[in-house]
Each structure stands twice: as C-alpha cells, then as structure tokens.
C-alpha cells in the first residue's frame, strides 16, 4: 500500500532579496485510500506545501523528508516524481502554446505508465473520461489551458487525474473559482478515482464548501507554516461554524 | 487606424497597423523606388525603414559593392522529371525579371552581378507528379545568381530549392504562374553557420492560378528573405507558408509582400519562427497591399514566434493597408509567446522529462505548417532539424 510521509519539512522561498520561511516542520502521512482534507487561511502556507511536494524549483527544502513507499522524493527530479505516483493539480494550470489536449495527454499518459497506451483503447478512455467531465470532444484539439475559461482548466486537471492514476493526488484549491455546477462535476471526478481504494488525496482548501462534496477521512488545519490541529471530519463543520480566526491568532503570537 | 492583436513577451517587439489609405505607404517608406539597377540604390547605412533591423556589417560586403564574385560561389543542380526543360541563359533573355523588381540594393545588386541565369519551364498543361529539385551547394566564395521557374498554363508542380554548405550569396527567384497553373514551391535555407543569404522571391501569379511556398530557413549567419506576390489577372491564390528556427547569434529575417493588384485574388500567410540561444534575432515583416483595383480580395497573414531561452530576440510588423473596401475580408495577427520554466514545470509535474516537454512544445508548434509540406523527405528532414537544434540547445 502507496504511503506518503512528510517529516519536519522546512521550506524557504526567495522574495524580495530575503529568504523566507514558509513551511515550519510539516508531519503528515498520507496513506493509500485516504483522504485528507488541508484547510487554513491564505498566506498559510497550503499551496507551498503542495508545490513543494511536486517539486517547484521556486521552494528550497532547508530540512525534513519526504519519502513515497519509502523512496526519497526530495532527491527526485519533477518528472521523476510524477512518474513514482505524485500528481499535483494546479491551482492555475499554466497555457502550454503549441501543445494540444490530446497530444499533451498521450504523451504524459506513455510517460506514466513506461509504454504508449495503445492507440484504440486509449481514444476510448479519453473520450470516457471527457463524457464524465461534461468535456466536449473538441477541448481535445485545443491548446493545453490556453484560452480556457477557470471551470475547463479545473476540468482539465481532473481529467489528467482520472487518466494518469496516480499514487497520490494532491489537490491545490481545485474548487476555488468554481461554480456550484463546475465543483460537482470536479467533485465527482475525484470520487471516481478515490472509488478505486488506490489513490491517497490530499485536498487543499480555503472553503468547507467542497467537502460536502468529497468527504475526508481526516481534517487538518494548517497556519503559519505548519499543521495546527488535526481531527475527523468534524473539524471541518467547527471551522465552518468558527473561521481560522483561533488558529491566526495563534500563529501571530507564536 | 486599427490595432493588430499584438501580444508582447520578453525580449520583442511587435507592432502592427492597418491603413486605409490613398497613397501606399508600404511603398513610400522604402529609401528607393523599385528597380534593376544597383546604382538606383544608395549604399544603406542601417536606419532606414527597410534595413533598421538588419546588421549589416553581417552582410559581407554584399549592401555597399565591396562582395566580388568568386570562381565557385555555389554549385546548383538541377534534378526534375521528364517534360521539364532547363537552360543556362545570358542577362539579355526576355524572361528574366519579369515577376517582380528588386527592391532593395541588395536584391539591385544580385540582379545587376549575376553573370548566367537559369531558366526552369514546366510546358503548358504538363503535369509533374515528382518535383523538381533544385540543389544549391555553398562551396565558400561569393556568388550571384538569378533563376526564372515560369509553368505555362495549367501546368502543375512541385520545386524544392536546397540551400546547403557555406556562402555568400545573393540571389533572386522568379516564379512566373500560367493561368490556372498550380506552383508550390519549397525554399529550404538549410546553410552551415557562417553563410549569408540574401534575395527577393517574386511570384507573379496568372488568372486562376494557385502559388502555395513553404520557406523553410534553419541556418546561416544570416538570412534576409523578401518573398513576394503580384497577380497577373483575376482570381489568383498564394498561400505563403514559412518556418525559422533561430539559435544563439543568427540573424533570419523574412520580409513578405503580397500585392493585391487584381480583383477577386486570395492570399493566406502564416510565418512561425522557434527561437533559442543568445543573439537569436529573428525579423519578420508582412506587408499585404489591397489596391484600389483589387475588390473582392480576401487575405489573412499570422506570425507566430516561440522563444525558448532568454537572449533572443523577434522583430514583427505586419501591415496591412487597404484602398478598396469593397473586399471579402482582410486581417492580420501576430503573437510571440515564451516557452518559460512554468510551463516546464507543468509538463514535467505529468511525468514529461525535461527534453521532450521541449520537443513536445516546438513540434506542436510547428505541426501544422509541417503537415502540409507534401514532400515526404524534406518532411522528415524538417522534423529531424527541428530535433537536431533542440538537442544542441540542452
């Protein structure tokens, strides 16, 4: 079983001459199957841990580990970790000019699994999978991200999350910018892979919103740089009731 | 006076316009009217309009006089299919420089130094199924040259130029289309890296006839290119198609006019230029002009620019003036977008490496111009250069 574990990760960034630190010693175990919903305001530090996790050249990783089934992530090239099990859906997928959906697609997919998907099977599930995601066939034929509207860029990652299988899917505020209709279908593209038992997913959010959607198994706030309190499900409905107040205060103090 | 859709990334510059006016302007901003003569021209100095971006201390002499002709400049062979006829002709033959007139001193001097010039006919209604393949070997001297592809009516083929080897070359081209003759033409400036290349390719396009070129310029020190279009009667086609891929402290630059001067002609251009490496400088300028005899045109022309690496630089200025309103439609586009390290990220986060999220990106880029060249060996070749300039970039 596909386990992820973070331990006392310190992230620093670089901004304005300074370095900054952002991640303050992370623990967090994510194993195949579960579910773990991050939540916490802005600025806490959720969206540096997942790009962390993916390998942004912008993050310096100044101590801790982070190790997949047991192999050192941290020493992976980006690519590397993709093809291990990680995948990362963006907060805001990037336009890739010249390169079309199904092109970009296919070409990640053979990547994946070490052999080009063979060419019939492969429309099928492409087009299965796009059906499911109230996708039009022609998306395919566009640019990747480019000129898509917020809803059809979220779509796009669930579509590549659904087609790649990955081992752990971290979710990068894949609900923000979405409206009801666009996070239900979203929502229950993420369903349909947890479904399977064999993905890890570790949902950022800033909203309680889409956990009526997904239901985690466990829930953590995160502020200032590191995980202020972990509970059930149950943590969500008292952050819904409270806001992160508590916990920014808390880390002011600090 | 309205905008062109611009967008501006990096190290580029793009400007755009579009006239309506009584007088041409895309003829008036040159230093020199039109002509054969090299001595009509005064010797550039670099501001003017039509010389602004190129360097000229590149050009080896061949702008102010001072590049002499040497025994073997380049070397051509002609291959074509039977039904074809090939002459070596003297200055003094009819059918040279009918298509167009240089306009440039540099295209003035070809025009004015070049000793024989070649004579490529395709007879009325011949039909060619294999093209006609034109190798031009630089042997590393100085050379002018001048050659004349004329197809009689609804003649059909296919010529592939092949510039290869090292060079100082100024050459023009004239395509002389039939009525209802179908040209395409490939221009390949697959140069060593020292090379200079400079000419003007001028069709002059019959009633009903169609001229479809692929320019196609990977190498050289420097590449100046003025591919051109006129039409000699109502309901002409071009369909100008053109490919760069620029590296560290090449200079390629491609200069295009169509001239709608005849009702109910069309013309599509689309220009797409990869570049990487310091000093990579590419130059594209697209001129369309709509003459007040011209109703009923129709015409769109796109340039797209794709920078890989930091250090390189895109010039592109499409103008499209118009003095007839009475048209189908007319419009223009150009956009350079940077391959950044974001989009690198993205790419390589889907399990992609680095080199073939590179190669992913310019082939995708490329892949629609790549597909409609119908030859199937300057395809593949195409591909494998495009291969080959990306693995010496990593």
């Known amino acids: 079983m596909a386990t992820l574990e973070i331990h006392d990760l310190h992230v620093t960034v670089e901004a304005d001459n300074a370095t900054k630190e952002i991640l303050k010693g992370v623990d967090l175990t994510v194993k195949q199957g579960e579910t773990h919903a991050i939540m916490g305001p802005n600025g806490s530090g959720k969206s540096t841990l997942a790009y962390s996790l993916a390998g942004h050249p912008k993050y310096t990783i100044t101590s801790g580990t982070v190790t997949l089934d047991g192999e050192d992530v941290l020493e992976m090239s980006v690519d590397e970790r993709a093809r291990a099990g990680l995948f990362l859906a963006m907060q805001y997928p990037v336009e890739v000019p010249g390169v079309s959906v199904s092109n970009f697609l296919r070409t990640s997919a053979t990547a994946i699994r070490g052999e080009a998907p063979k060419l019939r099977t492969w429309v099928k599930e492409v087009k299965g999978a796009m059906e499911r995601l109230n996708m039009d066939p022609a998306f395919a034929e566009r640019n990747v991200n480019e000129g898509f509207s917020g809803g059809e860029k979220k779509r796009h990652e669930i579509l590549q999350l659904e087609l790649l299988k990955p081992k752990i899917a971290i979710l990068d505020e894949t609900d923000s910018g979405l409206d009801v209709d666009a996070l239900r279908v979203v929502s229950e593209g993420v369903n349909r892979v947890r479904e399977s038992g064999e993905v890890g997913t570790l949902l950022i959010t800033h909203y309680t919103r889409i956990l009526r959607y997904i239901k985690p198994d466990h829930v953590h706030v995160f502020a200032n740089g590191r995980i202020a309190e972990s509970g059930g499900a149950e943590l969500a409905d008292q952050l819904e009731a409270e806001g992160y107040d508590k916990y920014v205060k808390g880390g002011a103090s600090a | ?394």
């Not at chain 2, 006089?65 to 070596?88: C, H, Q, R």
């Not at chain 2, 060593?192 to 692929?214: M, P, W, Y």
């Not at chain 2, 974001?342 to 992913?360: H, N, T, V």
């Open chain 2, 1 to 394: 006076m309205a905008e062109a859709q611009n967008s501006t990334v990096g190290s580029s510059t793009t400007a755009g316009s579009i006239a309506v006016a009584a007088e041409s302007t895309v003829a008036t901003r040159m230093s020199a009217p039109p002509s054969f003569d090299v001595a009509d021209f005064p010797v550039p100095h670099g501001r003017e309009e039509e010389w602004r971006f190129t360097p000229l201390e590149r050009l080896r002499g061949l702008h102010d006089g001072t590049a002499v002709a040497t025994g073997v400049g380049v070397k051509v062979a002609i291959d074509t299919p039977e039904g074809v006829t090939v002459e070596t002709v003297g200055r003094d033959d009819a059918r040279l420089g009918k298509a167009g007139t240089p306009v440039d001193r540099v295209a003035a001097q070809a025009y004015s130094a070049f000793e024989q010039a070649g004579v490529i006919t395709v007879p009325k209604e011949t039909v060619l199924t294999e093209p006609i393949r034109v190798a031009v070997h630089g042997e590393g001297g100085v050379a002018y040259g001048h050659q004349v592809v004329e197809l009689g009516a609804f003649a059909e083929a296919v010529v592939v130029i092949d510039h290869t080897g090292d060079a100082v070359l100024a050459a023009n081209v004239d395509y002389v289309l039939g009525d209802g003759a179908k040209l395409t033409v490939v221009s390949v400036q697959d140069w060593d890296d020292k090379a200079v290349h400079v000419g003007q390719h001028n069709a002059l396009i019959g009633r009903d006839a169609t001229f479809k070129s692929f320019v196609v310029t990977f190498g050289g020190d420097l590449v100046r290119l003025h591919p051109r279009v006129a039409y000699a009667g109502p309901g002409g086609e071009a369909e100008l198609f053109g490919l760069y891929f620029t590296d560290a402290g090449q200079h390629q630059e491609h200069r295009l006019l169509v001239d709608h001067n005849a009702p109910h002609c069309k013309s599509n251009v689309a220009y797409k230029g990869a570049l990487q490496g310091d000093g990579a400088h590419a130059v594209w300028i697209g001129d369309v002009l709509i003459e007040a005899t011209a109703e009923g045109t129709d015409t769109y022309e796109m340039n797209r620019n794709l920078v890989l690496t930091d250090g390189a630089r895109v010039d592109s200025v499409p103008n499209l003036e118009i003095e007839t309103g009475e048209i189908v439609g007319a419009g223009h586009a150009s956009a350079t977008g940077r391959f950044d390290d974001e989009q690198l990220f993205y790419l390589m986060a889907r399990g992609i490496p680095a080199d073939e999220a590179r190669r992913l990106v310019v082939r995708g880029f490329f892949a629609e111009l790549v597909q409609q060249i119908r030859v199937a060996d300057i395809q593949e070749r195409l591909l494998a250069r495009i291969d080959e300039e990306l693995e010496a970039s990593v």
